[in-house]
């Protein structure tokens, strides 16, 4: 149960006036007001580098406004903190996964708020404390289980749950379904409803705008750090949303193709299989075809991936690329033979965070920046990452920028920028759009045009078929590990899709991932 409110229900939850915040000489919110009620769905959206995740830092604690007034049940406040803003019931379930890995599930729902009797940590009550919060969210989590040995779908179960043992009055839910399949989306979305029957003020950052129609009921608009509108949610249409968004007219979700694909074959595997994981796999990737991979999650369509790139190993099977059979032990087999993988979690398996978006750009391939002496030329790199900057869009006040301090969707293009730079034969990206504003989704979806327009080989990975039925040429379906169909994306449907991925025999034993340490990543 939430706690109690205060008798005077009329008056908004959460108000901010004028709030503004810097970092050095970047202005990151100016003069931004929003007001949250009691019960109330209230969604802000913009474009990646809106100001979306600073503000709503700001509220739980994390960064100190420069100006402004923030007002909470009523009365002024300065949140001092995390502690002060979960004392007050603002609690925040970040984009970004923050669970210890090698801790249980119990263990981090209760993470500094453990139960103890007398001197010890009282584990009955923790794990019972955490098995009510699993249970409320509907889904099947062992509290036992160590976080590291579960998929990324329910490591995203298990923040919420965290958040929930925590008794919001406001939460503040940051893309709770960016890495959630349909059936786990949809039960948070259940939840979500749940909260708001009992009074909790909701904050709801997606970039899944369909997904807003079922549960929202204002949206405020930022844009480039500023306020733009707020919209009773019944009264406007997703069109003009992004329109407020981007500040002009986003007629066409993808883009139109201007890619050729090839009969020649430049990536295939035959009998691919990793015992637990997936297989045997047979697939074909054409030159200059964009090939999606759709599944439910679990299905093994990462895994595949990952194998393919040397991240794991496989038990048996064969890769050719361009006809020549490759032996891949590991990344930098890959990366040397062109094949690149963008990987659904950025911050760990695609940047060093905390080196610059210049030497991100350039990590996989030091040798073009480098003198005969091999060391690194620094202006021959900032003019290299300059190149892919302004080619790709990026937003960061200059090259030297650290990478953790760009948004996610500046984050992905650094990336992509990195194998651009290499000059991979076949890209394989893995749910590339995740947690990735509309205008920003658009840019990636023409640079994985252009790359396959181009001869490369581009492989999507993504849980949205939309997006599949939008972009790719052909789709393999994956089902359980195994290759259940491929279709021509022209001639069939979302059902058709669905179709091949659902029905399936009892799902095989969930490997460990290896662990590695990408060179150049």
């Given at each position: 149960?939430s706690?109690p ?7 908004p939850?959460?108000?901010t006036l004028g709030?503004c915040?810097?970092f050095?000489n970047?202005?990151?919110l100016?003069?931004?007001a929003?007001e949250?009620?009691r ?9 990646n580098g809106?100001?979306?995740s600073t503000?709503?830092k700001i509220?739980s604690?994390v960064?100190?406004p420069?100006e402004?007034?923030i ?6 406040v300065?949140?001092g903190?995390?502690a ?7 609690v925040?379930?970040h984009?970004?996964?923050?669970l210890?890995?090698?801790?249980s599930?119990a263990?981090?729902i209760w993470?500094?708020?453990?139960p103890r ?10 794990r ?14 062992d509290?036992?289980a160590?976080v ?5 779908a329910q490591?995203?179960?298990v923040e ?5 043992s925590?008794q919001a009055?406001?939460?503040i839910?940051d893309e ?9 989306a949809?039960?948070?979305l259940?939840?979500v ?8 003020g ?5 970039h899944?705008l369909d997904?807003?129609d079922?549960?929202?009921d204002?949206?405020?608009?930022l844009?480039?750090g500023?306020?733009i509108a707020?919209?009773?949610?019944a009264r406007?249409s997703?069109?003009e949303i992004?329109?407020l968004m981007v500040?002009?007219?986003l007629n066409?979700q993808?883009?139109?193709?201007t890619?050729?694909p ?9 009998g691919?299989r ?5 297989g045997p796999?047979?697939?074909e990737?054409?030159?200059g075809?964009?090939l ?5 999650v ?9 194998a393919i ?17 490759l ?6 087999d890959?990366i040397?033979a062109?094949?690149a ?5 950025r911050k760990?398996?695609?940047?060093a965070?905390k ?8 990590l996989?391939?030091?040798g073009?920046?480098s ?16 190149h ?10 200059t090259p030297?920028q ?13 990336v992509?920028a990195?194998w651009l ?6 890209v394989l990206?893995?749910?590339?759009t995740r ?7 658009y840019?990636?979806y023409?640079?994985m045009?252009q790359l396959?327009?181009?001869?490369v080989?581009v ?5 949205d078929?939309?997006e ?5 040429d052909?789709?393999?379906v994956?089902?359980q590990?195994?290759l259940?169909?491929?279709l021509q994306?022209?001639?069939c ?7 091949l991925a ?9 490997p460990?991932p290896?662990?590695?340490a990408?060179?150049g990543?």
């Amino acid at each position: 149960m939430s706690p109690p409110l205060r008798d005077d229900q009329s008056a908004p939850l959460l108000r901010t006036l004028g709030v503004c915040k810097r970092f050095d000489n970047v202005v990151a919110l100016s003069g931004v007001a929003l007001e949250v009620r009691r019960g109330e769905v209230h969604a802000i959206c913009g474009e990646n580098g809106a100001g979306k995740s600073t503000l709503m830092k700001i509220l739980s604690g994390v960064y100190t406004p420069d100006e402004g007034e923030i007002h909470f049940d009523g009365e002024p406040v300065r949140i001092g903190g995390l502690a002060h803003a979960q004392a007050l019931g603002i609690v925040m379930i970040h984009q970004e996964l923050n669970l210890v890995p090698h801790l249980s599930v119990a263990e981090n729902i209760w993470l500094g708020r453990e139960p103890r009797r007398g001197w010890f940590v009282d584990r009955g009550r923790q794990r019972d404390g955490a098995r009510v919060c699993l249970q409320r969210l509907g889904v099947d989590i062992d509290p036992d289980a160590q976080v590291s040995s579960l998929s990324i779908a329910q490591q995203q179960m298990v923040e919420i749950a965290k958040a929930l043992s925590m008794q919001a009055r406001l939460l503040i839910m940051d893309e709770p379904t960016s890495s959630l399949g349909e059936a786990d989306a949809a039960r948070m979305l259940k939840v979500v409803q749940d909260l708001k029957r009992e009074g909790v003020g909701i904050l709801y950052i997606s970039h899944r705008l369909d997904e807003l129609d079922h549960i929202v009921d204002r949206v405020t608009v930022l844009r480039d750090g500023q306020y733009i509108a707020t919209r009773d949610w019944a009264r406007t249409s997703i069109n003009e949303i992004v329109s407020l968004m981007v500040g002009r007219e986003l007629n066409q979700q993808f883009p139109p193709a201007t890619r050729q694909p090839r009969s020649e074959v430049m990536l295939k595997t035959r009998g691919l299989r990793r015992e637990g994981a997936f297989g045997p796999v047979d697939f074909e990737l054409r030159r200059g075809e964009i090939l999606g991979f759709a599944g439910l999650v679990g299905a093994g369509r990462t895994e595949v991936a990952r194998a393919i790139f040397g991240a794991d190993p496989v038990d048996a099977g064969d890769i050719e690329l361009a006809g020549e059979r490759l032996r891949v032990r590991s990344p930098r087999d890959a990366i040397a033979a062109g094949i690149a993988y963008v990987s659904e979690d950025r911050k760990a398996h695609g940047l060093a965070v905390k080196m610059s978006v210049a030497q991100n750009i350039t990590l996989a391939h030091i040798g073009a920046v480098s003198n005969r002496l091999g060391f690194i030329d620094a202006s021959r790199e900032r003019a290299t990452a300059q190149h892919y900057i302004e080619q790709l869009g990026i937003r960061t006040p200059t090259p030297d920028q650290p990478a953790r301090l760009l948004s996610g969707g500046n984050q992905q293009k650094v990336v992509i920028a990195k194998w651009l730079l290499r000059r991979a034969r076949v890209v394989l990206f893995d749910e590339p759009t995740r947690g990735i504003d509309v205008g920003a989704r658009y840019a990636i979806y023409e640079l994985m045009d252009q790359l396959a327009a181009q001869g490369v080989g581009v492989v999507l990975i993504s849980s949205d078929l939309p997006e599949i039925m939008g972009l790719t040429d052909r789709v393999a379906v994956f089902r359980q590990g195994q290759l259940a169909g491929t279709l021509q994306t022209r001639d069939c449907s979302q059902q058709d899709i669905m179709q091949l991925a659902s029905f399936a025999p009892s799902p095989l034993p969930k490997p460990q991932p290896a662990a590695f340490a990408l060179q150049g990543s």
